[in-house]
């Protein structure tokens, strides 16, 4: 029925009904909410476009080509190469916007997909799975910062919590990655 923009719209006026309702919702409180919404919005929005330009400039320099060169200078193992982006990715993802290292990376890394014999399907769970890591990394993990400023829970508190996360996230990473059959059972049976 809507737009993904005006369901959003359309999910902040059911909101405030629902908040007026329930008279949990103030007109004085409003200005107060509208305030920590612009400041909220404005420090993630700054954090995407500086990841945005840092992505940038990597594409100018052409950073990415020369890594992908350097890794199928390095090994013709597939093994090798999916740990050699894993690692890439994960670093990546630290300092970059996902969307930014997808548009990035994604055509860089493409052509050497067959070259290792790698499964487009397995290859893009893989890309997925980093970036969605690098939104729980520092320094710039996007998703730290939304949940730091909703939860109004200190940033390095929220850090410490979420370490153990992030170790078994590396872990579920490293399985799918190593076993390609538990990525592509399911489209394998729906092909089938």
Not at 22 to 34: F, G, H, N
Not at 163 to 178: A, G, Q
């Given at each position: 029925?809507?737009?993904?923009?005006?369901?959003?719209a359309?999910?902040?006026?059911?909101?405030?009904?629902?908040?007026?309702?329930?008279?949990?919702?103030?007109?004085?409180?409003?200005?107060?909410?509208?305030?920590?919404?612009?400041?909220?919005?404005?420090?993630?929005?700054?954090?995407?476009?500086?990841?945005?330009?840092?992505?940038?400039?990597?594409?100018?320099?052409?950073?990415?080509?020369?890594?992908a060169?350097?890794?199928?200078?390095?090994?013709?193992?597939?093994?090798v190469f999916?740990?050699?982006?894993?690692?890439?990715?994960?670093?990546?993802?630290?300092?970059?916007?996902?969307?930014?290292?997808?548009?990035?990376?994604?055509?860089?890394?493409?052509?050497?997909?067959?070259?290792?014999?790698?499964?487009?399907?397995?290859?893009?769970?893989?890309?997925?799975?980093?970036?969605?890591?690098?939104?729980?990394?520092?320094?710039?993990?996007?998703?730290?910062?939304?949940?730091?400023?909703?939860?109004?829970?200190?940033?390095?508190?929220l850090?410490?919590?979420?370490?153990?996360?992030?170790?078994?996230?590396?872990?579920?990473?490293?399985?799918?990655?190593?076993?390609?059959?538990?990525?592509?059972w399911?489209?394998?049976?729906?092909?089938?």
């Amino acid at each position: 029925m809507f737009t993904p923009t005006e369901s959003v719209a359309v999910a902040c006026i059911i909101a405030i009904i629902i908040g007026f309702t329930y008279k949990e919702l103030k007109v004085t409180k409003i200005p107060d909410i509208l305030k920590n919404t612009v400041v909220n919005t404005a420090t993630i929005t700054f954090l995407i476009v500086m990841a945005n330009v840092f992505g940038f400039v990597l594409a100018y320099e052409q950073i990415p080509q020369l890594i992908a060169n350097g890794m199928l200078n390095l090994s013709e193992s597939p093994i090798v190469f999916l740990l050699l982006v894993n690692v890439m990715l994960l670093l990546l993802g630290t300092v970059l916007d996902g969307i930014a290292a997808l548009i990035i990376l994604v055509p860089v890394l493409l052509p050497l997909l067959a070259t290792y014999q790698i499964d487009l399907v397995h290859f893009g769970v893989i890309i997925t799975i980093n970036l969605t890591i690098g939104l729980m990394t520092p320094p710039v993990g996007t998703g730290l910062f939304i949940v730091s400023s909703v939860a109004k829970v200190r940033l390095e508190s929220l850090i410490r919590a979420s370490v153990p996360f992030l170790i078994v996230s590396i872990i579920m990473l490293f399985i799918l990655t190593y076993c390609q059959d538990a990525v592509l059972w399911l489209p394998n049976f729906l092909s089938d």
